[in-house]
């Protein structure tokens, strides 16, 4: 979905060289707002105090929202091995992106070279699909579940905890950390605009060695019943906002409040020059990151500044260098 107009204008307010303060906080939250789909705010956004990673103490954003219930989420699982893609997710694997179609998953012996591989019951080509709340929560763990290695681990957005809403606590100007900050598993990246999570890496290693597989969505997401509908990869589905200088569109903002824009500019060109964390400076916009591609499975490398707070309290205060354990995947 790409925007222009009024919240095109804003985008380049949110990013311009300059830090928003400078023309005043209620400058910074009008334009702030203006970038977030309605129907995912549940509060805010609003400034308060907050206390970033490396203890730096400055003025952030807070914004509260729902994540999951303002998208179309799905198709994951095929359930037999004659389903296609129009009914399947997608698979991320060495830069590459997959249908998880029924194909893929009857091929996984060959793909992974390993025999173990038995997604789908040879008989009837029946997959074997996590197919309520108990059997999805029980292979969505670092544990599985013995009872369901070898299936495909689905998990629907009404699984999603009952009133859950994920408070994000962001600096209205990025301030710079003394080296970079590994992406959190609580707030990964930052914060689409349509109020999904832009996540951390998927621990696919983890996933593949319970002989376990979890496809996203043709929007790179799934769910986690614990955090809601999150992404794992930027596509053509998050909304973009048109920026200036035909420059990629402007697709979220990082917990440390530099803005993420997507992988490629308007002519197609890749952006030159990124640092390890997926971030270079303009004249125009400043520093700034670029999403890496869907298959890679890092929306970007690395925060380079210090990182806000992410909560499912909307009233805990943000202190980020008190870091909370991180959710079950």
């Known amino acids: 979905m790409r925007i222009t107009g009024v919240l095109a204008a804003a985008a380049v307010a949110l990013t311009s060289a300059s830090p928003l303060a400078a023309h005043g906080n209620d400058d910074a939250l009008a334009a702030f707002a203006a970038l977030f789909e309605e129907s995912a705010i549940v509060s ?3 400034l308060v105090d907050c206390r970033l990673s490396g203890g730096a103490v400055t003025v952030c954003y807070k914004i509260t929202v729902v994540p999951g219930e303002t998208v179309k989420a799905g198709p994951w699982c095929p359930r037999t091995i004659t389903d296609g893609p129009e009914v399947s997710g997608i698979w991320f694997d060495d830069g590459k992106v997959y249908n998880a179609d029924g194909a893929f998953v009857a091929n ?9 591989w038995q997604l789908h019951d040879p008989a009837t080509g029946h997959v074997f699909v996590t197919d309520n709340q108990i059997a999805c929560e029980a292979a969505a763990r670092p544990d599985v579940d013995p009872a369901y290695r070898n299936h495909c681990v689905e998990c629907l957005t009404s699984y999603i905890d009952p009133g859950l809403t994920r408070t994000y606590i962001v600096p209205i100007a990025p301030v710079e950390a003394g080296e970079p900050q590994r992406l959190g598993e609580a707030g990964g990246a930052g914060l689409a605009f349509d109020g999904i999570m832009l996540g951390p890496p998927a621990p696919v290693e983890a996933i593949l060695g319970s002989h376990t597989l979890a496809p996203f969505d043709d929007c790179g997401g799934h769910v986690n019943p614990h955090v809601g509908y999150h992404y794992h990869a930027v596509t053509d589905c998050q909304i973009q906002i048109a920026a200036p200088n035909a420059h990629a569109p402007l697709i979220g903002i990082a917990l440390d409040g530099v803005s993420i824009y997507g992988q490629l500019n308007a002519d197609g060109s890749t ?11 303009s004249e125009a916009l400043g520093y700034h990151y670029h999403v890496s591609g869907p298959g890679d499975n890092q929306i970007i490398g ?27 995947r």
Do not use: K
């Open 302 to 328: 690395c925060h380079s500044h210090q990182i806000g707070c992410v909560s499912d309290d909307p009233d805990r205060p943000c202190d980020a260098t008190q870091r909370r354990p991180p959710p079950p």
């Open 108 to 116: 996984l012996p060959e793909f992974y070279g390993d025999p173990t």
């Open 44 to 46: 805010g956004p609003e």
């Open 271 to 281: 952006p030159e020059r990124l640092d390890v964390c997926r971030g270079h400076t």
